[in-house]
Nanobody
Framework: QVHLVESGGGLVQPGGSLRLSCTSS????????VAWYRQAPGKQREWVST???????YFVDSVKGRFTISRDNTKNTVYLQMNSLKPEDTAVYFC??????????????WGQGTQVTVSS
């Protein structure tokens, strides 16, 4: 079984920074593409960023130039560095990973979500 744990959320003032982490554990052979999503109350879940197995990154237009995504495969961890945060970034942030398990079963897994609040 695969378990994703997210951390790093919290309360930050506009213009501040946070780094979110998503660590995978369990019966993992390899981790493929990992993505970050966010969902604000009353809104649909929105895609934020993706990182490929080779480290190529993609971002939604609203966060380009402010967010970066990276991965440390030795730690089974993906990071989302969020700078110059704005109130509209307030949401619950989720990570999603494609995981190849030790029994060769490919699946999509979600973290539990971490709250990010940008407010003065």
């Amino acid at each position: 079984q695969v378990h994703l744990v997210e951390s790093g959320g919290g309360l930050v003032q506009p213009g501040g920074s946070l780094r979110l982490s998503c660590t995978s554990s369990g019966s993992i052979r390899s981790i493929g593409t990992v993505a970050w999503y966010r969902q604000a109350p009353g809104k649909q879940r929105e895609w934020v960023s993706t990182i490929s197995t080779g480290g190529t990154s993609y971002f939604v237009d609203s966060v380009k130039g402010r967010f970066t995504i990276s991965r440390d495969n030795t730690k089974n961890t993906v990071y989302l560095q969020m700078n110059s945060l704005k109130p509209e970034d307030t949401a619950v942030y989720f990570c999603n990973a494609l995981v190849d398990t030790t029994d060769r079963r490919m699946g999509s897994y979600w973290g539990q979500g971490t709250q990010v609040t940008v407010s003065s």
